[in-house]
């Protein structure tokens, strides 16, 4: 099906003919005539699939001609998604005449001060800004009429969810809204029934599912060789881009230390991180200046960052729902993408939980000529039971060379 059966309007198709866009995505076609319709839309896909102009395209069509506004709001959970939205949303009005404008922290106020006296008909924002805004009087929602959460269980994650209702309380009746979020916790249930009116359901795909294009292994380890591991994968493996995922800030920042201490070209980011610096390190990771990028899981959604080859979660994600979302920066477009994860022996549980809820094995694999020292994991035995892995631990010291057992089939 090409755009223009969709039913949008010439100025969009163009729009989209401009972008390189040759026929709607999954998300695309099913998404864009609900929004059309004017109803509510629940919607979830992966990553990669073209989430923004699925609501954008429609919202912008329903806008029509440019009015006082802002009309239609875009809630994002990070800077970063939030700029990027922006950038898309803005690429997509080119030929309506239709203005965007964009609020985040990190940066003065000046400027926003400035877009919203000149008036947008689509706002881009992140809560904590905008409520500053409302607050000080510079930006008004009482004419509204759409309202687009986007990653909200992200938001939840961020502990945004209170500044989100807050908004909502301002934003008029009746209105359409529009919220995607790749899983559903119960506050998330509960903010639906709160806030959306009889939402229609879109879902590409299972929200548990990872790209089928992405290649997962499990690298067991012992805790004191986790760094040394680590320099001797990046230093095997043919990565055009690799994004290295840790737990904390301090963490990232001394990982990526220790890799330009070897050579390596590295960005860092995570929250710390100034927006400047922010801006730099992405835009600097995309242009190819930096072959590595250390994150925390501020990376691990809505940035646009195409032909990541590699991810490599040092770390071992805490939250299975964060596995999903950190190896989602890889396989995209339906590229072909590598998930690499350091496991110790205290990582066990977590990936035992990773397994249970992607709900299939992760292949283990070891790093010929690698000098391991001994780690009880090397005593496992993989053994599958119910669509996950059992480990066997071992207790016995010393050390051994090259590696560990495998379960049959799995070299």
């Excluded at 729009?15 to 609900?34: D, M, N």
């Excluded at 938001?155 to 009746?173: E, N, R, S, T, Y």
């Excluded at 320099?231 to 230390?257: M, N, P, W, Y």
């Excluded at 600097?284 to 250390?294: C, I, K």
Aim: overall charge positive; glycine content about 10%; some cysteine.
């Amino acid at each position: 099906m090409s755009f223009a059966k969709l039913g949008l309007e010439p100025a969009l198709l163009r729009a989209v003919e401009a972008l390189g866009y040759s026929e709607p995505t999954p998300i695309q076609h099913r998404a864009i005539p609900v929004v059309l319709a004017g109803r509510d839309l629940l919607g979830s896909a992966q990553t990669g699939t073209g989430k923004t102009a699925a609501f954008g395209l429609p919202l912008l069509q329903r806008l029509g001609r440019p009015a006082p506004g802002p009309r239609a709001l875009v809630l994002e959970p990070t800077r970063e998604l939030a700029g990027q939205v922006e950038s898309a949303l803005r690429a997509l009005a080119r030929f309506t005449g239709l203005r965007t404008g964009l609020v985040h922290g990190g940066v003065g106020y000046g400027r926003q001060n400035e877009t919203l006296r000149r008036g947008v008909d689509v706002l881009v924002a992140t809560p904590g800004r905008l409520l500053d805004h409302m607050e000080r009087g510079t930006c008004r929602l009482d004419r509204l009429t759409h309202v687009v959460l986007d990653e909200a269980d992200r938001m939840l994650d961020m502990g945004f969810l209170p500044d989100v209702k807050a908004i909502l309380q301002q934003c008029p009746q009746p209105r359409q809204t529009l919220l995607f979020s790749a899983t559903l916790p119960p506050a998330i249930v509960r903010l639906i029934r709160w806030a959306m009116h009889e939402p229609q359901t879109v879902q590409i795909g299972h929200h548990r599912t990872p790209a089928e294009t992405v290649t997962h292994r499990l690298y067991p380890v012992a805790e004191a060789q986790k760094e040394a591991l680590l320099l001797a994968l990046l230093e095997r493996l043919d990565h055009d881009s690799a994004i290295v995922f840790c737990r904390t800030k301090q963490g990232a920042d001394r990982l990526a230390a220790l890799l330009r201490a070897h050579a390596h070209a590295v960005a860092v980011l995570h929250a710390d991180r100034s927006q400047v610096e922010r801006e730099r390190a992405l835009a600097g990771f995309r242009s190819g200046r930096y072959d590595v990028l250390v994150a925390t899981d501020i990376a691990s959604r809505g940035l646009d960052i195409p032909e990541v080859s590699h991810v490599i979660n040092f770390d071992v994600p805490l939250h299975p729902e964060d596995y999903v979302h950190r190896i989602g920066r890889t396989g995209r477009a339906s590229n072909r993408g590598d998930a690499l994860t350091l496991m110790t022996a205290g990582d066990v549980r977590h990936v035992r939980a990773i397994e249970g809820f992607i709900k299939q094995s992760i292949p283990i694999s070891r790093l010929e000529g690698f000098d391991y020292r001994y780690t009880a994991l090397f005593e496992a035995v993989a053994q599958p039971q119910r669509g996950r892995t059992r480990w066997n631990r071992g207790a016995r010291g010393g050390r051994i060379r090259g590696g560990y057992s495998y379960a049959p089939g799995r070299r």
